[in-house]
């Protein structure tokens, strides 16, 4: 009997290492007076309105790209940063089950995850690599699956596997889960590899927030990645090579701006977001 306790501790203590967040690693620190909080407008067409996903459309990032999640057309939308619609362009050969977030990578070229998954039920997830600069081109398809998820759904405490926040860095996109398990906000971050195949994403780390994550952008140095909230933005600034969660981690209280739902930078240190009533935002750092 004690070989068997003995035997129950040690694995108990095993596996509440192996489950728990690398959360302990150090307090956030509160930058919110280092930033400052400014409306810049709203968007125009209905569409469009629920803005999931946000990502610079020229270099100079005047100009954004943005789209719908789901039962919303298959179609980016070009616009400024007052919202005024410019360009509504088709991408052939992607399906809007629920796009969630949008990335650039340095060739221009964006990404759309298609990874929306409220009821953690979805075996068809995706992410769509689209060149804005060749229009008529249809998109790539990078396929994945989560290393560990095994039901479909899982028990409601479990349901961790809904994404809508995704960053792409080096050769990967970075994916920040949206914690639908009851009484849980851990946010976990995988990566899946950025070519089209199907692939099974790599689990990175984890880490428990004050809030859901609802989109997910990188600094255009790679030193700064932002993980938009209800009500909070969170930077994590460090080395290019560094893990996202082993970085010195700040949070700016954004309480005002409601429930918002995508990000992008438009410099190494400045942030545009909008929330699901198509608001849009600026939070720039205070020089």
């Known amino acids: 009997m004690t070989r068997l306790f003995s035997l129950f501790v040690f694995l108990?203590?095993?596996?509440?290492?192996?489950?728990?967040?690398?959360?302990?690693?150090?307090?956030?620190?509160?930058?919110?007076?280092?930033?400052?909080?400014?409306?810049?407008?709203?968007?125009?067409?209905?569409e469009v309105r629920e803005s999931s996903g946000l990502a610079p459309a020229n270099a100079e990032a005047t100009e954004l790209w943005t789209h719908g999640d789901y039962g919303r057309p298959n179609a980016l939308y070009r616009i400024d940063k007052t919202g005024r619609l410019l360009q509504?362009?088709?991408?052939?050969?992607?399906?809007?089950?629920?796009?969630?977030?949008?990335?650039?990578?340095?060739?221009?070229?964006?990404?759309?995850?298609?990874?929306?998954?409220?009821?953690?039920?979805?075996?068809?997830?995706?992410?769509?690599?689209?060149?804005?600069?060749h229009p008529a081109r249809p998109a790539d398809t990078i396929r994945f699956r989560y290393p560990d998820q095994r039901e479909f759904p899982p028990r409601k405490a479990d349901r961790n596997f809904d994404c809508e926040a995704a960053c792409f860095r080096a050769d990967s996109l970075l994916l920040f889960t949206k914690n639908r398990g009851k009484g849980s906000l851990i946010t976990k971050q995988y990566a899946v590899a950025a070519r089209p195949g199907t692939h099974v994403a790599t689990l990175v780390d984890s880490l428990e927030l004050e809030t859901w994550v609802t989109?997910?952008?990188?600094?255009?140095?790679?030193?700064?990645v932002a993980l938009l909230g209800y009500g909070y933005v969170?930077?994590?600034?460090?080395?290019p090579n560094q893990r996202v969660f082993d970085r010195a981690r700040s949070w700016v209280?954004?309480?005002?701006?409601?429930?918002?739902?995508?990000?992008?930078?438009?410099?190494?240190?400045?942030?545009?977001?909008?929330?699901?009533k198509g608001k849009l935002f600026s939070l720039r750092k205070r020089r």
């Open 88 to 133: 509504t362009l088709p991408v052939p050969g992607a399906d809007n089950h629920d796009w969630e977030d949008l990335a650039p990578d340095p060739q221009g070229r964006l990404y759309i995850a298609d990874c929306g998954n409220n009821d953690n039920r979805r075996r068809n997830l995706a992410i769509y690599r689209f060149d804005p600069a």
């Open 12 to 46: 108990h203590t095993l596996l509440t290492a192996c489950s728990a967040p690398r959360a302990e690693r150090g307090a956030a620190t509160d930058a919110t007076d280092r930033y400052e909080l400014l409306p810049l407008g709203r968007l125009e067409r209905h």
């Open 253 to 276: 209280k954004v309480g005002t701006s409601g429930q918002a739902e995508a990000i992008t930078f438009v410099n190494d240190h400045d942030v545009v977001f909008s929330n699901e």
């Open 215 to 224: 989109g997910a952008a990188i600094s255009p140095d790679g030193r700064t």
């Open 234 to 239: 969170y930077f994590f600034e460090g080395s």
